[in-house]
């Protein structure tokens, strides 16, 4: 089981420039959501999803679209990107939603993101 | 408004024992997490509470009050690698996750 990945692990963008972040689970979770991390803050959600097809807006979705066409997959898309997007984004995914005492969200490792 | 309120940063000796505190305010209540986080990498799972009480996992104990919004996460005998940032999150009601900016723990020899 590789649990969660991330596609690519770090990138840098001209302001302007679009680019797609994959996140790819093998648990068969039906949760996936993804953060961004700034210094200096907690995890920010910006979009999530319940299921196959379904995603729904998180704290902070302005700039940012998603698509989880499969169920394994979590696709964060950036469409003009600019400076304030520079960040560490994080894709995480979970069996359900409660808490079962142990690990709720399996996070991947990340991907450091600039946008110059 | 939701808030997850921890200090900045700490510094402790190696071999000894330190507390970090957590204070929140979320709409409804279903548990505490501790997460650790190694500079460059992902969070990674501490401990969870949801009722009253001290929970002791090895060298880790992680302690809620929910009457007063309050938790706090226990390291012993610490080790070097123990330095890390470590991250109070607290679930609401519709099982969002709050987090905090994280309390980066400095640990000298």
């Known amino acids: 089981n590789a649990g969660v990945t991330q596609t690519p692990k770090f990138r840098v963008l001209k302001t302007g420039q679009s680019m797609t972040l994959l996140c790819a689970q093998d648990?068969?979770?039906?949760?996936m959501y993804w953060y961004r991390q700034d210094p200096g803050m907690g995890l920010r959600l910006i979009h999530y999803?319940?299921?196959?097809?379904?995603?729904a807006k998180g704290e902070v979705p302005d700039g940012y679209n998603v698509s989880r066409l499969k169920k394994q997959n979590f696709l964060l898309g950036l469409e003009s990107a600019a400076p304030s997007q520079t960040s560490v984004y994080f894709c995480?995914?979970?069996?359900?939603?409660?808490?079962?005492?142990?690990?709720?969200?399996?996070f991947g490792p990340g991907t450091r993101l600039l946008v110059l | 408004g939701q808030n997850i309120d921890q200090p900045t940063e700490m510094t402790a000796t190696e071999g000894a024992i330190v507390q970090i505190n957590c204070t929140y305010q979320?709409?409804?209540?279903?548990?505490l997490f501790w997460y650790q986080q190694h500079a460059g990498e992902a969070p990674t799972f501490l401990s969870y509470?949801?009722l009253d009480g001290l929970e002791e996992k090895g060298r880790f104990s992680s302690f809620l009050s929910r009457s007063k919004g309050y938790s706090y996460l226990l390291l012993k005998e610490l080790q070097m690698k123990d330095s890390a940032s470590y991250l109070c999150?607290?679930?609401?009601?519709?099982?969002?996750?709050?987090w905090g900016a994280g309390t980066k723990l400095i640990i000298k020899p």
């Open positions: 995480a995914s979970s069996l359900s939603p409660e808490p079962t005492g142990q690990e709720t969200q399996y």
């Open positions: 648990m068969n979770h039906e949760y």
């Open positions: 999803s319940v299921g196959e097809g379904t995603t």
């Open positions: 979320t709409s409804g209540f279903n548990g």
């Open positions: 509470n949801v």
């Open positions: 999150v607290a679930m609401d009601s519709n099982y969002q996750l709050i």
